[in-house]
Each structure stands twice: as C-alpha cells, then as structure tokens.
C-alpha cells in the first residue's frame, strides 16, 4: 500500500497517477476480467495533448528557429545589413558586464538670452517617460549619442523650439543647450553612501567631473536670440546645422555682439 | 539490463524525453505571469505615449547603417501612437487573460516588435525577449487551460474537457532558453570585469552599480550594512551558477537548487536595481513556469 500523502503540504515529487492510485485498493486476486475493466477507465481519461498549429513539418521548421535563436543568444550576430533587427534582439544578455569607475548623469544647459549665462536646465519636461532614473530617454540619449554632434545638434533644436512651452527652469528665451555629463567618484567598498536623488536642478557637487559633451554653435545662439528679441525676424531663421560643440560661449557675454 | 538498440536507441530515447509531451499548466503559469511582467514594463512607457512613439517628442534622426539603430521608423501621428500604445496594453492583457489568445498573442507579438524597433532609446531587455516570448505564446496552444478561451468553450460545450499535456516543444523551449540565456550572460560577464585573474577584473562590480538612479531603499541600506567581501562573494557565485547554468539545470539533482538560487537571484536584482524590477519578475513568470513542481503550478492555478 501507499503511504498517504499529508494533506496540503506542497511535494516535489508529481502527484501518483489515478490509475495507480486506484490499484493501490485492497483488491481481489486479479483475473483477466478484472484487468479488462480496469484498462477501460485508463484508456478513457489517457490526457489529450495538445499541439502547435501546422503539420509536423511546420513544426520541425520551428524547433530549427528556436535553436537559431538560442545560437544566436550565446553567440551575437555581427548587426551589420538586414541582420541589423534580428541581432538586435539577441544582444540582450549583456547584463552589467562591467564595473563602473564613475556613477554618472547627463545634463543639461541653456543659454538664457536675457541673462546671457547658462543655467542648469530640466530636461524632464521634454522626456517625461521614467523621467528620473536611467530609462529617462534623456539619459539613454547621452548613453548612445554622447559624441554625436548630427543627434545633439537635433535635441538642441528640438529643447530651443519647445522651451516656451515647458517649466523647465530657466526663465525667457534660450539660445541654444550644452550637454555635459556628470561623473561622481564611486565611493570606497563598505564605506558608508548617500542615498541617491536625481536633482537636475541642483548645483554639480564639488568632487564631480563634468566633461562638455556639446555646447550649440555661436551662431546658433545669436540667430535664436535674435528671433527671441525680434519675433518678426522668425521667417527664415530656420536652425541649420552649425559647427555645434566648437565654439564655446564664455559665462556673461554676448554672443550677438561678437563679430 | 543494457538497451539491445545499444547507444543509437539510447539516443532515440533521450530525444524522444525532450519531445514527449509535458504538462501544459507550465505554458499556461508563462502565459499569465510572462505576459503581466511585459505589460508591468511597458505601462510606464504605456502612460507616455507621446513621449514615445509620437511625432511630438524628440525623435533620432535616421542613421543608416548606425549599430544603435537596428530598424529607422518615424514618428506616429499623436492620435495613433496613443492607439499603438493601448492596443499593445490590452493585448499584453488578453493574452494573460486567455481571451482570443491566439489573435491576443499575435497582435501582442507584432506591436512588441514594432515599439522595441521603433525607439531605441526605451528598449531593454525586456523589449527584446518578449516579442520573442509573446510570439512562442502565439505559436503554442497557449490559453487551452486556465483561460477565458476554456471558459467559454466549456460554456458551449459541457462535455468539453480541456488538454492536459502540450507537445513538448511548447515547454522545452523557455526550459532552454533559460540556461542558455544565464550562460550567454555568464560569458559576457567572465570576458568583461567579473572572472578573477583577467586584466579588468574587479572584486566589487555590484557595489560600483548602485550609486545612481538603480539604487533602491534595498540596495541603499545593504551597501551600508553588509561588509565590503559580500559583494565579492555574491559576484562570483552568480558567476558561477551563470557561466554553469546549463548544466545546473540539466542535472536533476542540481536543477531544484538552481531553481531557487535564481529566483532568489532575480528576487534580489528586483529589489536592489529599482527600474530592472520588470525583467526580474520576467525572469521569475519563466523560472515558476518552466521549473517549478507542476503540483505547485497546479495548486497555483487552482
């Protein structure tokens, strides 16, 4: 006989199947009879399976895909021509292979053309999905196309074209944006640490770095100041892609009054 | 007594054990819990889908040939991208739900595809195997059980008894991938900073990554707590079991221990990297559903 389960205590064994279950019962000596009606019942609940759409080829072709996929998991295709998509879904197991030597954060500036300074600007206005931690679009921005003058150079028009609409902290008209990322050491192993608060307000903490990752052109400045002061000089200023990231505009001056 | 088919019978009888059919509540328990996880990760993306998908948001300009674009699409009109969006919610939902899987799971499959390719800049890891998972779902027969398609069949006909075994592809798929994806992972680590005695090596990976916006109250109050060795010994255990995965798994003696070293595993990455919560419990609806005791499923479901 069977030793009875306890109940509801979970088992790592599968459960007895029900035929066995039932011949486990104190029965007569079986006959060939017997055997006849027990088989029936067997026959009877044997479970359906159920199956993929398609034939059996259909379905071989599938099981080949799948050991495709999984290759392609242990080992990344070259994502070059109209591999491109379908190894970008594969590159997907390259979880925090490396150490980081700095916590880091991009940001942003805008050119006040009233003050004539840059000031720290919140770019959570424009990107609002997961604004503050490191799925911020923003913060993906900077990860992917930090030395990429053609996309910053499209965010700078893109944050310059919608500022009037958002409170993102610098009062008036701007003239452009600079991006820079911010690099705070990582403290010692077992040390004591801060709790973490994304602020992009607040002012860069005096043992960061903050290399410049693009700073808009000096004529890009001027002409959107411009139209900023003068709305009727709008037609025709149409921001066209400048030197971005080579010129610099020092602190308090004047980027129209430059030659 | 030895098999008379000799080795090729022995390898007969070990592929036709990977293709005997296996008990369905393991699809169905992916279906439910995968399919949460996946919209669980697109709804904060969901609630923004301006931001997103809509022309009125910062879009990429189009790079041909550029290894961080793997597709170009343009923005969609605002209308449409909300449209996009919902549809994907309700999809994700349905699918979990069981009702229409099949045409659930198919729309689930093309719009995860569609959002993953169409904004590089919101796409994780999630974005890249769950349209992989969302398309298994669609070609199995998923949402045979446990499902409002069962529910209403059985309404229409009462002597309708729903399957209780799948072909054993539908499950042996997320069986393998799994092992397969801790390995890859695994590897990628061991050639990046994780594996002592290489050049780049650093004992304390984990501890450099929870000073930014990943760190969680969880993480915060560890890494203040727990001597700075720990982090070591956590990195080279999840090492280990990474780089051995398929073989911890493979081994029926190792495999119930595997199993719980990876929830556990994927249990702590969900409280101590604050956005990875979703892959985690991703990681976890694959875990119950592919290893877990089907008796436990069971009573789960029942």
Same mark, same amino acid.
């Given at each position: 006989?069977?030793?009875?389960?306890?109940?509801?205590?979970?088992?790592?064994?599968?459960?007895?199947?029900?035929?066995?279950?039932?011949? @486990?019962?104190?029965?007569?000596?079986?006959?060939?009879?017997?055997?006849?009606?027990?088989?029936?019942?067997?026959? &009877?609940?044997?479970?359906?399976?159920?199956? %993929?759409?398609?034939?059996? +080829?259909?379905?071989?072709?599938?099981?080949?895909?799948?050991?495709?996929? *999984?290759?392609?998991?242990?080992?990344?295709?070259?994502?070059?021509?109209?591999?491109?998509?379908?190894?970008?879904?594969?590159?997907?197991?390259?979880?925090?292979?490396?150490?980081?030597?700095?916590?880091?954060?991009?940001?942003?500036?805008?050119? #006040?053309?009233?003050?004539?300074?840059?000031?720290?600007?919140d770019p959570r206005p424009y990107f609002p999905?997961?604004?503050?931690?490191?799925?911020?679009?923003?913060?993906?921005? $900077?990860?992917?196309?930090?030395?990429?003058?053609?996309?910053?150079? @499209?965010?700078?028009?893109?944050?310059?074209?919608?500022?009037?609409?958002?409170?993102?902290?610098?009062?008036?008209?701007?003239?452009?944006?600079?991006?820079?990322?911010?690099?705070?050491?990582?403290?010692?192993?077992?040390?004591?640490?801060?709790?973490?608060?994304?602020?992009?307000?607040?002012?860069?903490?005096?043992?960061?770095?903050?290399?410049?990752?693009?700073? #808009?052109?000096?004529?890009?400045?001027?002409?959107?100041?411009?139209?900023?002061?003068? /709305?009727?000089?709008?037609?025709?200023?149409?921001?066209?892609?400048? /030197?971005?990231?080579?010129?610099?505009?020092?602190?308090? #001056?004047?980027?129209?009054?430059? /030659? | 007594?030895?098999? /008379?088919? $000799?080795?090729?019978?022995?390898?007969?009888?070990? !592929?036709? @054990?990977?293709?005997?059919?296996?008990?369905?509540?393991?699809?169905?328990?992916? &279906?439910?819990?995968?399919?949460?996880?996946?919209?669980?990760?697109?709804?904060?993306?969901?609630?923004?889908?301006?931001?997103?998908?809509?022309?009125?948001? *910062?879009?990429? +300009?189009?790079?041909?040939?550029?290894?961080?674009?793997?597709?170009?699409?343009? %923005?969609?009109?605002?209308?449409?991208?909300?449209? !996009?969006?919902?549809?994907?919610?309700?999809?994700?939902?349905?699918?979990?739900?069981?009702?229409?899987?099949?045409?659930?799971? %198919?729309?689930?499959?093309?719009?995860?595809?569609?959002?993953?390719?169409?904004?590089?800049?919101?796409?994780?890891?999630?974005?890249?195997?769950?349209?992989?998972?969302?398309?298994?779902? *669609?070609?199995?027969?998923?949402?045979?059980?446990?499902?409002?398609?069962?529910?209403?069949?059985?309404? &229409?006909?009462?002597?309708?008894?729903?399957?209780?075994?799948?072909?054993?592809?539908?499950?042996?798929?997320?069986?393998?991938?799994?092992?397969?994806?801790?390995? #890859?992972?695994g590897l990628r680590k061991a050639v990046g900073?994780?594996?002592?005695?290489?050049?780049?090596?650093?004992?304390? !990976?984990?501890?450099?990554?929870?000073?930014?916006?990943?760190?969680? +109250?969880?993480?915060?109050?560890?890494?203040?707590?727990?001597?700075?060795?720990?982090?070591?010994?956590?990195?080279?255990?999840?090492?280990?079991?990474?780089?051995?995965?398929?073989?911890?798994?493979?081994?029926?003696?190792?495999?119930?221990? @595997?199993?719980?070293?990876?929830?556990?595993?994927?249990?702590?990455?969900?409280?101590?990297?604050?956005?990875?919560?979703?892959?985690?419990?991703?990681?976890?609806?694959?875990?119950?559903?592919?290893?877990?005791?089907?008796?436990?499923?069971?009573?789960?479901?029942?």
């Open positions: 006989m069977t030793k009875p389960r306890k109940p509801g205590k979970a088992s790592l064994r599968p459960d007895p199947p029900r035929a066995a279950t039932a011949t @486990a019962t104190p029965t007569p000596t079986p006959t060939p009879a017997v055997s006849v009606v027990s088989a029936r019942p067997l026959a &009877r609940t044997a479970p359906p399976v159920a199956r %993929g759409p398609g034939p059996a +080829p259909v379905r071989i072709a599938l099981v080949a895909l799948a050991v495709i996929y *999984f290759v392609m998991l242990m080992k990344h295709p070259d994502p070059r021509g109209w591999i491109r998509p379908l190894a970008f879904f594969s590159e997907c197991t390259g979880l925090f292979p490396n150490a980081d030597t700095v916590a880091t954060e991009f940001r942003l500036e805008g050119y #006040s053309c009233e003050r004539k300074d840059w000031e720290l600007l999905m997961r604004a503050d931690d490191k799925e911020a679009r923003f913060q993906r921005l $900077g990860y992917f196309y930090k030395g990429d003058v053609q996309v910053l150079h @499209a965010l700078g028009a893109y944050i310059t074209s919608h500022h009037a609409d958002h409170e993102d902290g610098v009062a008036g008209p701007i003239g452009g944006i600079r991006m820079f990322k911010l690099e705070r050491p990582i403290p010692a192993p077992g040390s004591e640490i801060e709790r973490y608060v994304y602020e992009p307000l607040a002012p860069v903490p005096a043992d960061a770095k903050r290399p410049l990752l693009f700073e #808009s052109a000096l004529a890009t400045l001027r002409r959107q100041c411009k139209v900023a002061r003068e /709305p009727s000089s709008r037609a025709g200023s149409e921001v066209s892609p400048g /030197p971005d990231g080579v010129e610099t505009v020092p602190a308090g #001056s004047d980027p129209w009054s430059q /030659p | 007594m030895s098999d /008379p088919r $000799g080795f090729t019978g022995w390898i007969d009888d070990r !592929v036709m @054990a990977i293709f005997a059919p296996q008990p369905i509540v393991r699809l169905e328990v992916i &279906r439910i819990l995968a399919s949460l996880a996946i919209v669980g990760f697109m709804l904060a993306r969901i609630i923004h889908a301006d931001d997103w998908l809509s022309t009125d948001s *910062f879009r990429v +300009p189009a790079k041909p040939d550029d290894w961080r674009q793997p597709a170009s699409f343009s %923005g969609l009109p605002l209308g449409l991208a909300w449209t !996009v969006a919902i549809t994907l919610g309700v999809a994700g939902l349905a699918t979990a739900a069981g009702a229409f899987t099949r045409i659930a799971s %198919g729309v689930f499959f093309v719009l995860l595809t569609y959002v993953a390719l169409a904004d590089r800049l919101s796409a994780f890891t999630v974005s890249k195997i769950g349209p992989v998972i969302a398309l298994v779902l *669609f070609l199995t027969p998923s949402g045979s059980r446990w499902s409002v398609d069962a529910w209403r069949r059985k309404r &229409r006909d009462p002597s309708y008894q729903p399957p209780e075994l799948v072909s054993g592809g539908c499950v042996r798929f997320f069986q393998v991938m799994l092992p397969v994806f801790y390995c #890859s992972s900073d994780w594996l002592p005695g290489r050049a780049t090596y650093s004992p304390y !990976v984990l501890w450099t990554n929870l000073h930014d916006s990943y760190q969680t +109250p969880v993480s915060w109050f560890l890494a203040n707590h727990l001597p700075a060795f720990s982090w070591t010994v956590m990195q080279l255990v999840t090492l280990a079991f990474e780089v051995f995965a398929p073989i911890w798994f493979a081994l029926r003696w190792t495999r119930p221990y @595997a199993t719980g070293w990876a929830l556990a595993m994927h249990l702590m990455i969900g409280l101590m990297f604050g956005p990875v919560i979703w892959f985690a419990l991703l990681m976890i609806a694959l875990l119950a559903g592919s290893y877990l005791p089907e008796t436990w499923l069971r009573r789960a479901l029942r």
